[in-house]
Structure formats: structure tokens, C-alpha cells
């Protein structure tokens, strides 16, 4: 199995990953070409209004972000390449990133934003109000679920034939993943497809008060990859202000007995403002036409698992991930009809409260057009409630040519759901 690169990409980042505390990374006043622009959609706009963007650098080229003296820039810039990667993998310690600066997320998005500049303007989605007569004695919890598409994966084995090569190359792609999180800032962030978390996003998002878990799969395809960065697998964030980690467990799913190339990260918290218990779990599951009865399995495995761990639904649970299963499948059913009481949030945003969403995934790929529902976050429905849910995109910000996009960095679109603990979670179970 790959093993952690983290200690041996402090000489890869020394401007990032390796900055003692004293050295500040984000001086007070940093000379700008322009003011800095906080609004995600306004520094593009322009780009926008003008018809395709104009073709950009060479994938090793960075395009200019105003004065040198701008070294978070230099850090968001220097993504350790695949070959530093395939050299150290006997590296085992991640960094010490308590002793790093910390990040203000506002400086983060602005350096974003200025490589994004000949990029089309971000799509606009508002959160929908699902809040019923219950009154809250806390502040919500944000959960974000997103598979953000392994920059392998993208580059070298999806086939997305509609979308230009130009449109995924990684220094504009990380930019667009990371101000879509910092636009809606979750609590906790779920990701699947991670490849690049050892250069990127474990090194930024624990500066941005994150605590971070990452666990591979055992045999990821972006290996097969030319010019990989490694394997990709899940990773789990939540902010270390907010939650205190009780108990974490990374599972390697079986089906039928036998282990599978799929994972799950399972994590107890508890709420530093309320005091409860919680679990967060991330997973994704097998992929493809033919495999549904594998991943029923996988998703029998991953329940018993989380059965233990919530003492069962003792403890409250929400899961994030790819299932990579439409509602009509076994694997679906038997999470809606587990002993777990759990709901998926996006069935909420549905007229009735019943029908998850026409799609989470929308591409185009050789064999003709791809629109799926794939994406859930389930939740105890007995001790949590959805106070709110973002809307998707519609057919028409997606546009013809699908996903993903000049706008948009994934295949898959980001879920996110603010949830709340009921006051009396006994009563309904």
C-alpha cells in the first residue's frame, strides 16, 4: 500500500509545509496590480462577458498574480510534482501543522480568484430553508459532501470528451475546488477522489483550523496514470474550534468476505458548543454498470460498521459519499431501511420529502451522456434535523458540454447540508 510522502514534502514546500510559527506566510499589506476582490463570481466576470477564456499557460507555467512578495501565492503555486511524490513514498510523518501559521481564509480565496481570472464567473446556488417549528440552542453544523475528481483520473482515464484538456489542468483546477470550499465554509468536508492531499490540501486546509484524515485506496487506478501523484482515496476535515475528535477508524470495506479496493473513514466528535456526541463517516463505493451487488455488500459491511461505532444509533450519524448507486438500487435500500433511522437530506428538497434529485453527476464521456444520481448525505433523522440544503445547478448553468467545465472543477456537484440536534433525539427513535 502507498504510504505518506508528508515528511519529505517539507523540502518540496518549504514556503508552506515547513514555515516555523515566527515566519509570517501572509503579511499585514501585500502590493497588489489590483484591489483585492472578495465577491468568488466578480474577478471573472469580465472573462465571462467575453466569450471563452483565453487559452492559458503550459501546465508547469503559473500565470503571474501581481508582486512576488505574495508567498502564500508561492505556496498555493508549488504543488509537488508527480515524480517527488514516487520518490519518497517510504516517507510515514506528516508535518507538524500546529506549528505552522495559520491562514485567513479571505487572503486564500483572493489568491485564488486572481488565477482564476480568465476563468467564466462561478455559478450562483442558494441554500434552500428546510428549518420546521424547532428551535435550535446551537449554532448549525455544515456538512459539505464532494467527490472533486482525481486530477489523474481526469487528465488520463475519464474520457470527458466535451471538456477541454485545457479546462482541467490542476494549478487553475485546485483553485476552483478550493473557493468552492471556502464560499459555503463547512464544518466538516467530505471528499472523495482526493490525490493530491499530501501537496494540497491537507498542508492549506489545516492552516484554515481543519484537523485532516486521508486514507487511500489499496490499489487507486491513478496509479495507472502516467505522471500520477499518488493514490487517491477519502479524507475527512472538521474544524478543530468546533469539535473535539473522540474516536476515529479507517475501514477498508470487504464483500462477500473478501476486502475491496474501497474505503470509509469513520470519526466520533463531540460538539464543543453542545457537548454531544457525533459520528461523521465518509465512503466510496465501486464503481460501474454490472457491480450492484457488490456494492450492496460493501454497503452491508460499512453499516454493521457503523452500527458498532454509534453503539446502535446511540450516537447520531451522518454519512457522506459516492455511492456510485442510483435510489433504485439494493445498496440504497438498505441504508433507507436500516436500523440506523436514517434519511438522505436531498430527498427534503423535493416537493414531497421522497424523491432525491434528478442528478448529482451530469457528463459526457465516449459512450454518449452520463446523468446520475450518485451523491447522499444520510443522517439519523431521529436525532438530527436538516435546517437548510444547497440548491443545484441547473441544466442551464451546467450547459451543454456538461461536466466538467471551465466553470465548474468536478463531474460531481457538491452537496451541502446545515444540520441541528434535536432536543429530544429518544422520543423518535
Keep these: 500500500m502507498y504510504q505518506s510522502p508528508a515528511r519529505c514534502l ?20 501585500r502590493p497588489r496590480a489590483s484591489p483585492p476582490v472578495l465577491d468568488p463570481a466578480a474577478p471573472r466576470a469580465a472573462a465571462a462577458a467575453g466569450g471563452p477564456p483565453a487559452p492559458g499557460p503550459s501546465p508547469r507555467t503559473v500565470c503571474s498574480m501581481g508582486n512576488s512578495t505574495s508567498r502564500l501565492y508561492s505556496a498555493l503555486a508549488k504543488t509537488l510534482s508527480s515524480s517527488a511524490v514516487s520518490q ?21 480565496l483572493e489568491e485564488c480568484q486572481i488565477v482564476l481570472q480568465k476563468r467564466p464567473p462561478r455559478f450562483q446556488r442558494n441554500f434552500v430553508d428546510l428549518k420546521k417549528n424547532t428551535a435550535s440552542n446551537h449554532r448549525p453544523i455544515r456538512v459539505m459532501q464532494w467527490n472533486i475528481l482525481a486530477q489523474a483520473l481526469g487528465e488520463g482515464k475519464d474520457n470527458f470528451v466535451q471538456c477541454p484538456m485545457e479546462a482541467l489542468k490542476w494549478e487553475e483546477r485546485k483553485c476552483l475546488i478550493l473557493e468552492e470550499i471556502l464560499a459555503y465554509k463547512p464544518d466538516i468536508l467530505c471528499l472523495q477522489e482526493v490525490d493530491h492531499y499530501f501537496d494540497t490540501f491537507e498542508p492549506l486546509l489545516s492552516r484554515l483550523g481543519y484537523q485532516c484524515t486521508f486514507f487511500p485506496k489499496p490499489w487507486s487506478p491513478c496509479l495507472d496514470v502516467e505522471q500520477n501523484n499518488g493514490p487517491d482515496g477519502c479524507a475527512l476535515f472538521f474544524l478543530k474550534d468546533r ?45 460501474r454498470t454490472g457491480w450492484e451487488r457488490f456494492r450492496s455488500a460493501q454497503g452491508c459491511d460499512l453499516l454493521q460498521n457503523l452500527k458498532s461505532i454509534t453503539q446502535g444509533a446511540k450516537i447520531p450519524l451522518i454519512i457522506c459519499g459516492d455511492f456510485n448507486a442510483e435510489p433504485t438500487e439494493e445498496v440504497y435500500r438498505e441504508f433507507s431501511n436500516s436500523s440506523l433511522n436514517l434519511n438522505s437530506a436531498y430527498k427534503l428538497l423535493s416537493p414531497d420529502g421522497q424523491s432525491e434529485p434528478p442528478y448529482t453527476t451530469w457528463k459526457i464521456r465516449p459512450s454518449g451522456e452520463c446523468r446520475h444520481t450518485l451523491d447522499y448525505i444520510w443522517y439519523s433523522q431521529h436525532a438530527l434535523n436538516v435546517n437548510s440544503a444547497l440548491g443545484l445547478l441547473t441544466e442551464e448553468q451546467i450547459g451543454p458540454n456538461r461536466l466538467p467545465s471551465f466553470n465548474y472543477p468536478s463531474d460531481h456537484l457538491s452537496l451541502v447540508c446545515d444540520f441541528s440536534f434535536n432536543q429530544d433525539p429518544d422520543r423518535l427513535l
Excluded: W, Y
Design 243 to 287: 469539535f473535539e475528535l473522540i474516536n476515529s477508524a479507517n475501514i477498508r470495506l470487504t464483500a462477500m468476505k473478501l476486502k475491496t479496493n474501497q474505503v470509509a473513514i469513520a470519526q466520533t466528535l463531540k460538539c464543543n458548543e453542545t457537548g454531544r456526541l457525533f459520528c461523521i463517516a465518509v465512503t466510496h463505493l465501486k464503481a
Design 10 to 29: 517539507c523540502s518540496a514546500l518549504p514556503a508552506l509545509c515547513c514555515a516555523p510559527a515566527s515566519a509570517s506566510l501572509l503579511p499585514s499589506s
Design 88 to 108: 519518497h513514498q517510504d516517507c510515514l510523518e506528516q508535518p507538524d501543522s500546529a506549528r505552522l501559521d495559520p491562514i485567513d481564509p479571505k487572503d486564500l
